[in-house]
């Protein structure tokens, strides 16, 4: 009797300690400083006699940059040459025509073929323009890689191959509210599947992924929480990485990460450091809370540094073959760029 | 008796200039908050009818507000 009272304790004990011991997945990351300002190795870019909106997003292909102008009233995409920041050609017109575009959003790349794939929010359908068509022939017209439903659609995506796309699902509510979810996405079927793992504690899930074949994961990072989950592939945790504002849970009250990108060995999360989401200036205008700096870290989810460019950044792309971020700010200059070479 | 009665009086009062007070500065935040979703919205052309969660005339991850507006910042709950 003494024993089986002895062997209850034990396990008592034995239990208690399992649950008061964190699991493997779950990194905490209070102390990020080890902060490098990098302003001055940031390098205006003037792309040449281009006038260009608020509004822009970039891409890289082979050694092309890709600017998409979602304001532009004309030609929406203006190709540059990556290293000279040359411009080569301006394609693509606003319009509801053949080849034409009338709500342009995200654009996806497949480096197999050269091909840019685009969304059209107003066709509800994503296009394949090969990018060299796209440069020599001035009358070339795409073809349909998917047809999209108007109210559960992929707004950002990962090409992985022609029946699989790794991306981001928004799905529209009856009162006109959204979810986001990161899905598994068939574009020949338009069937999605939404990845197994979510963390419990999300309530407005508002992310910026990227997905590495080469690694089999996926990374998340959340817009109103200080999180950044990675994940395999087919949807299994692998880790989830907490920043020092995770206990703050105030809805989209304050903003942290905006955009994340794989860059060679590393993972670089741009990061708001829990600024206020908008906020009203002296005269009642609203402002949003940019991000200055770039989080580096190890693909486990380790931090490396912090990257302080001292500067409000609107996204980025990385330019692999020069090994270095195209920025895209929101103050003057418009572009830059930062070499990583010395930095990461 | 009668000084509990200019009391209730009183608080009513001031509790209902607190509540107009609010009402007005609301209304005045809610004026700012149509009119960035009408410039958000003019680029494209389309007429609000419902958009709950309110875009901003600014780069963003996209919102949705009557369609699917890419890139511009969803204001928020």
Known sequence: MKLMKKISWLLFVAFFLSCAQKP??????????????????????????????????????????????????????????????????????????????INMGYIAIDKQKN???????????????????????????????????????????????????????????????????ICRINPKTGEYKPMKY?????????????????????????NYYDLMSICTLDGKLKYNIYGKYWNRQDGQKYTYYNA???????????????????????????????????????????????LDIGMKINSFCFDQTNNRLILVLDEEPQFAYLDLNELV | MKKLFISIVLLTGLSMSIVLCNKIQNDDYMSKFVLVNVEALSADGEVITDCPNGCLDEAGEGCWCNGWHPYIKEYGT
């Open chain 1, 24 to 101: 493997d997945t779950e990194k905490f990351q209070k102390n990020r400083e080890n902060i490098l300002n990098v302003k001055n190795k940031v390098v205006a870019i003037n792309f040449e006699n281009i006038m260009l909106s608020n509004i822009v997003r970039c891409y890289l292909l082979d050694n092309y940059i890709i600017i998409s102008d979602l304001r532009s009233s004309n030609k929406l995409i203006h190709i540059f040459d990556s290293t000279s920041f040359k411009h080569i050609v301006s394609s693509i017109d606003k319009g509801r025509g053949p080849g034409e575009i």
């Open chain 1, 260 to 306: 994340v990108a794989f860059c060679n060995d590393k993972i670089i999360a741009l990061y708001a450091d829990g600024k206020d989401n908008v906020y009203k200036g002296n005269n009642g205008e609203l402002f949003v809370g940019r991000p200055t700096k770039l989080l580096v870290f190890e693909k486990n989810g380790d931090y490396v540094k912090t």
């Open chain 1, 115 to 181: 091909n840019l794939l685009v969304s059209d929010h107003g066709k509800n359908a994503v296009f394949t323009y090969n990018i060299d068509s796209l440069i020599l022939n001035p009358s070339y017209l795409p073809s349909i890689f998917m047809e999209m439903r108007k109210k559960q659609f992929p707004s950002e995506y990962k090409y992985i191959n022609d029946s699989l796309l790794i991306g981001k699902m928004i799905i529209v509510s009856s009162s006109g509210s959204f979810d986001e979810d």
């Open chain 1, 198 to 222: 979510s963390h419990k504690k999300i309530d407005v899930k508002r992310v910026s992924f990227d997905a590495s074949t080469e690694d089999n994961i996926y990374v998340e990072c959340y």
